[in-house]
DNA sequence: TATTCATTTGAACATATATTCATATGTTCA
DNA sequence: TGAACATATGAATATATGTTCAAATGAATA
């Protein structure tokens, strides 16, 4: 039978011993816990958000982007690429334009939930 | 009247002027996008989350979370006051030590989103 | 095919931020 | 009151990341 490890925190061992296994009974595998930072993560730009509530109107070009963000065409390009990379966002060719679209409607359902909270 | 704005790219003007004063008419202020950047930046750090997720099952105090999380007192301690400062959390103190649980379920609603974006 | 337009990409730079370390604060109890 | 424990905090450091600049790629067209 192993040894039971030693809690060495408050002072208390068995109490705690407890509750921390029934939380890591119930804690995702680390892997996710990282994908779902990573997710948050790719939300938590406000050129990013701003691209996002574009996107939530209209496929437009990247150039059109730049006008609306008031931003330059390459730091918003540099952006797309990581919103594509994670596929929140689609792309299409007509011409010398590139079109962006939202991937799927989740971004929405996600960006809504942040809209509520921040409205208290 | 005043003069209407040339739009410089691709060599369109009025098709684009369309759609971009559109996005405008429906774009959030950017106060808000600004704030809902700032609560994804919250959930888009991978020790952030993984307090929340202990949180979701728990009361904890500080030494139980570094126990949890495998990582020093002042390190959680650290973050700890940034989901609070952000209203995320809520503490309390009893004795020595302070108990930490979450501020609302609204945060556990984001997270769950955020878990199924992530399980496709 | 040479030119122009739209976009992408890589490197450099500046800024933001997570952790560590040392120390301070707050609480209990002898 | 002094000692021990639990937590918080400030400064320093290292790393991550967003924007800029310059140059490359891709597509249309004269």
């Known amino acids: 039978m192993s040894p039971i490890e030693r809690v060495e925190c408050c002072e208390v061992t068995e109490l705690h011993e407890d509750v921390l ?3 890591n009974a ?3 595998d680390l892997d996710s816990l990282y994908d779902l930072a990573e997710l948050f993560k790719i939300f938590g730009d406000s ?3 701003r ?9 437009v070009c990247v150039c059109d982007l730049a006008e609306a963000l ?6 918003v390009s540099h952006q797309l690429s990581i919103l594509k990379r994670n596929k929140l966002v689609k792309s299409r060719r007509d011409g010398k334009s590139v079109f962006y679209s939202l991937a799927d409607d989740h ?4 960006i809504g939930q942040g809209m509520d909270h921040i409205s208290e």
Do not use: C, D, G, H
């Not at 691209?51 to 496929?59: G, K, Q, R």
């Not at 008031?70 to 730091?75: D, E, F, I, L, Y």
């Not at 971004?107 to 996600?110: A, G, N, S």
């Open 21 to 23: 296994q029934q939380i």
């Open 26 to 28: 119930k804690m995702p």
């Open 47 to 49: 050129t990013r958000i």
């Open 51 to 59: 691209i996002l509530f574009v996107l939530f109107e209209a496929e």
């Open 70 to 75: 008031n931003m330059t065409q390459s730091a």
């Open 107 to 110: 971004v929405r359902t996600i």
